[in-house]
């Protein structure tokens, strides 16, 4: 069994620790337990099922240190993998950013593990496909999709008396279904801790409901457009920016955080002051991790305050030397929303296009953030507050900062994955003017 | 990978390095790299457990894949060591069909009753998926080789070279670079060992030791008044070589406007040079936008063929199995099928290769034991073919399967991967300084930036680290923010020119990614400097 408990972790750990000779001694414990299937052209194309549990002990001599792993649990393995760690701590170069290990602190749980979830069987996920995939027979359309889900554990203690443990359980599934002769095609994306709100039929619908409407599209002529971009477009091209939410780069001048003449941005006004962007692990919609991996407690931060930068993550290394608490990066994002509806918000539109999804976004220039990426899975022209035709896909070139400072309306914030790395958000619907597309796509 | 990490690390990659982030493996002490691993009989009885279990369990196909990947990473920034990370990953996957369905299940506990129990697993993972009913899977017939073993012809093994060589190298480099006035530099060196086990109810039992090595290095430069920045990447590449790979010959040098590297390379004079170029992208001015003929270095160029030739041939895709993740293909079967589809114009010939010596393809079997070859993709100009794995081989006719299939590693079930797709050179006599020499209004690009292409592959952009303006037949000094944008098929079309063989260069990438889960795979593609007439430019600067 891959998954311990917190007394069982904690008792496992305990004993790593007490065989340790070092100045300083932290003991990582994780384990997961998964499975998945990916389904293509209306059948299962592959399937798998895996568990780990890894120890791994780091060692510290002064400024140097060893890091040591095992996926054996006897008691002379355990003071194997110590020994090592010890040994490898003592050739290492001394590392000049080393910071000493922090003491016990008071760690909550999220509730970030649901049963239900944890108890996912072969058979369920093949039952779950299995509705996905009548759906779409139904629908005349081929499905291609993935279920996922995954039950983990993490816990850390150190030589300081420092003990964090959490637990949690995640299922992910994407959809796409496409009309036989090509030319439509509709996508949806759903990650939940809890697989009982997880539906992939009533997903599958949506997915189908795109297809079928998004067949034929029409070309528009590329250029500045106002755009609506459901929660999982918005995502994705926001992703790219919390990634940046780093005060050292900034503060070494290479990052959209930074400040012409030096320094990094907080205090400055970035943004549109509708966007207020923060993090809190407690937050019952988008529980996370209440700890990260320096041993410090993450607790609810906010990033962008009605658009300025408020906060930026500083590392322990990095508060220290300016002078600062230490901020944990985010372990989840939330976005504050609006009132409006999505259908409110293509009805209060005049001209514009609604996007579902966006695709295979790369940075251009790290310096302003710009991003390029495509339409994809049901892009629509939208007229005087009605959608009225889909327009064949478009390449865009935009940066999230500039986007967030041409918000027009917010809508109401719901949960969405990012489609390149599964993780969830709370992110609203959005109406953002002069969008820069740069040229057409022909791909459906 | 915890989810915890992931924000946490990708905030590294901002300004920095951006590096492949490897499947996973364990931290180990350097020594365990001297360890061959268990004996190849014990792996052979390990096999033979887990095929005899599938079919026990009724299985009427098993492959079973005993893996230890080792992994070091020696990573730096100006006069620091940030990490030295040894890693080392040992398990089993199991692939069956029973029911006429695929089932996979991996274990990293490799004895001889968790291997069985995994066996089971796979199977259990069949039956169930069976119940959602399909076609039966079709394999493409496979003889079995027996007991077979290949392994990289390398010179230097990587993971025997001290890990104080490494780390003296690299702070050279990051010492070359601060005194040639960059700002900031991050350098790297990469290594990777798979020693892969396969056996197959067929009757094979291959024992394969592949090597790759990937140096790298990024210099930031910083104009603190304006806050404008700018960097610089390594030209070098991973590949499919050992530690002979960074001491380059008087041959490996391929000399012109910027120094560049043929079969090894010189870490050390890449960066000085880059120190400079990064001065002067400064200062350098921004592009008009417009229609320009460009030139590409095939430092540059392997980029454009992987996202634009290489992924639209992977027949996965043009059947559909990646609808939900990377797309489809706009190189749909009735195109191949014409025998005409004229993907590019008569100068464009592309190949398809698992054999050429130091590419990151370069292997004697793929993961599901076929051993492998080279065959055409585009023949002047003309789509002939695509990659296939034994159970889409029957789909386009063939007896046998092309040998695509890897898996990153034992935990991941293996599916179709591209081999290495490169362009092979013109036939005339061209150099580069003659193929300049004609263009009016160009631009020469050196180097592979930012990417970026749709789910059937028409639409692309792509960036570059060095831009050179070409006005009547001459360089006329460097430009910066240039990115292209075209459709596939017009870009491949509008190929004016190829230089001759002697300028032939691979480049590639460790962390090409596709599937869900995603897997990544590396691989290599080469060519010679190319011209391509009339593409539109675009101007990447902005204000925030």
């Not at chain 1, 408990?5 to 750990?13: C, G, P, R, T």
């Amino acid at each position: 069994m891959a998954i311990l408990n917190k007394e069982a972790a904690k008792a496992l750990m305990q004993k790593v620790l007490s065989f340790s000779k070092a100045d300083e001694c932290e003991v990582n414990l994780r384990g997961s337990d998964g499975g998945n299937i990916r389904y293509a052209r209306n059948a299962i194309s592959t399937a798998g099922d895996i568990s780990t549990l890894t120890l791994s002990v780091t060692s510290s001599f002064g400024k140097r240190s060893g890091t040591a792993t095992i996926n054996e649990f006897t008691d002379d393995a355990l003071k194997r993998v110590v020994q090592r760690a010890e040994e490898l701590a003592k050739l290492a170069p001394e590392n000049p950013e080393y910071m000493p290990l922090n003491g016990p602190a008071d760690f909550k749980d999220a509730p970030t593990f649901i049963e239900a979830t944890a108890k996912i069987t072969p058979d369920d996920r093949a039952e779950a496909v299995a509705k996905s995939i009548n759906v779409a027979k139904e629908a005349k359309l081929e499905a291609a999709g993935f279920i996922e889900n995954n039950t983990s554990f993490d816990a850390i203690m150190n030589s300081k008396g420092l003990f964090a443990y959490d637990t949690d359980t995640n299922v992910v599934f994407t959809i796409t279904t496409r009309n036989a002769a090509g030319t439509g095609s509709g996508f949806a994306a759903r990650g939940f801790n809890d697989v009982r709100k997880l539906d992939t039929d009533a997903a599958t619908r949506i997915a189908a409901m795109k297809a079928n409407s998004s067949a034929d599209a029409k070309a528009i002529e590329p250029g500045k457009y106002t755009v609506i971009l459901e929660p999982v477009a918005a995502t994705y091209m926001l992703e790219n920016m919390f990634r940046g939410l780093d005060a050292r780069s900034a503060d070494e001048g290479r990052s959209f955080m930074s400040k012409p003449g030096g320094g990094n941005r907080i205090g400055e006004q970035l943004m549109d002051e509708k966007v207020t962007i923060y993090s809190d692990p407690y937050h019952p919609d988008l529980p996370a991790s209440t700890w990260n991996r320096d041993g410090l407690p993450v607790n609810k931060t906010t990033w962008i305050d009605k658009g300025m930068v408020k906060n930026l993550a500083y590392s322990r290394f990095w508060a220290q030397k300016k002078g600062v608490q230490a901020v944990s990066m985010p372990t989840n994002i939330i976005m504050e929303g609006g009132s409006a509806s999505l259908e409110e918000l293509i009805k209060s539109t005049e001209k514009g296009i609604l996007v579902s999804r966006l695709w295979y976004i790369r940075m251009v220039d790290q310096q302003t953030l710009l991003l390029t990426g495509l339409t994809r899975d049901g892009t629509f022209y939208i007229e005087n507050g009605k959608i009225k035709h889909p327009i064949k896909n478009l390449r865009f070139n935009e940066s999230p900062v500039i986007m967030l400072n041409n918000v027009e309306a917010l809508g109401k914030t719901e949960r969405s994955i990012s489609i390149e790395s599964y993780r969830s958000y709370l992110i609203p619907p959005m109406k953002i003017r002069d969008f820069t597309f740069t040229s057409l796509s022909d791909a459906v | 990978m915890k989810r915890k990490d992931f924000i946490q690390l990708s905030a590294m990659g901002l300004g920095a390095l951006a590096l492949p982030k490897f499947a996973f493996g364990n931290p180990v002490d350097p020594s365990r790299f001297l360890n061959d691993g268990i004996d190849v009989k014990v792996k052979k009885q390990l096999a033979d457990v887990a095929l005899n279990a599938a079919k026990a369990k009724g299985a009427t196909y098993a492959d079973v894949r005993i893996g230890r990947y080792l992994n070091q990473f020696v990573t730096t920034r100006e006069t620091r060591v940030q990490n030295i990370a040894n890693t080392e990953s040992f398990g089993v996957g199991i692939r069956v069909i029973a029911n006429g369905c695929w089932g996979f299940a991996a274990t990293n506990n490799v004895t001889k009753e968790e291997v069985a129990k995994a066996a089971e697993r796979a199977v259990a993972v069949a039956k169930a998926n069976s119940k959602v009913k399909a076609e039966p899977v079709q394999l493409a017939p496979q003889q079995g080789y027996g007991e077979v073993s290949w392994k990289t012809p390398i010179e230097i093994n990587t993971f025997t070279v001290p890990v104080k060589d490494k780390v003296d190298l690299l702070l050279s480099v990051n010492d070359a670079a601060l005194k040639g006035g960059v700002n900031f530099v991050n350098s790297a060196i990469l290594a990777i060992n798979e020693q892969k086990y396969f056996a197959s109810t067929d009757g094979s039992y291959i024992d394969q030791d592949i090597h790759r090595l990937f140096p790298t290095f990024n210099v930031t430069k910083i104009d603190r008044a304006s806050g404008k920045f700018e960097t610089r990447k390594s030209l070098g590449n991973p590949v499919g070589m050992g530690y002979e790979y960074l001491s380059a010959r008087p041959q490996d040098k391929v000399t012109g406007i910027i120094t560049r590297y043929r079969d090894r390379y010189d870490m050390l004079e890449d960066v000085r040079n880059a120190a400079i170029d990064v001065e002067q992208k400064l200062k350098a001015p921004s592009v008009q936008p417009g229609k320009y003929d460009l030139i590409l270095d095939p430092s540059h160029l392997w980029l454009t063929i992987h996202e634009s030739v290489a992924h639209p041939t992977e027949l996965d895709r043009v059947l559909g199995y990646e609808a939900n993740y990377a797309g489809t293909s706009f190189l749909t079967l009735d195109k191949w099928k014409s025998g005409k589809f004229n993907f590019g114009s008569k100068l464009v010939n592309v190949v398809a290769d698992k054999l050429q010596p130091g590419s990151l393809g370069a292997v004697g079997y793929d993961d599901e034991g076929v051993q492998c070859g080279q065959w055409d993709l585009i023949k002047d100009g003309v789509l002939v073919n695509y990659q296939a794995i034994r159970d889409q081989a029957h789909i386009i006719g063939l007896k046998h399967s092309q040998g695509c299939c890897y898996a990153q590693s034992w935990a991941d079930v293996q599916f179709q991967r591209m081999p290495n797709v490169s362009l092979q050179p013109g036939k005339d006599p061209l150099s580069v300084d003659d193929m300049i020499k004609n263009v009016e209004k160009g631009i020469y690009i050196i180097g592979d930036g930012s990417f970026s292409i749709d789910q059937q592959r028409y639409n692309f952009q792509f960036g570059g680290q060095v831009f050179y303006e070409i006005k009547n037949g001459k360089i006329a000094g460097m430009i910066k923010d240039v990115a292209y944008q075209a459709n596939t098929q017009e870009f491949w079309n509008s190929c004016a020119a190829i230089a001759d063989k002697s300028d032939y260069r691979l480049g590639g990438a460790f962390n090409d990614g596709k599937g869900q889960p995603g897997q990544s795979n590396a691989v290599s593609h080469g060519s010679s400097t190319t011209r391509f007439n009339g593409v539109n430019v675009i101007n990447t600067a902005r204000k925030i």
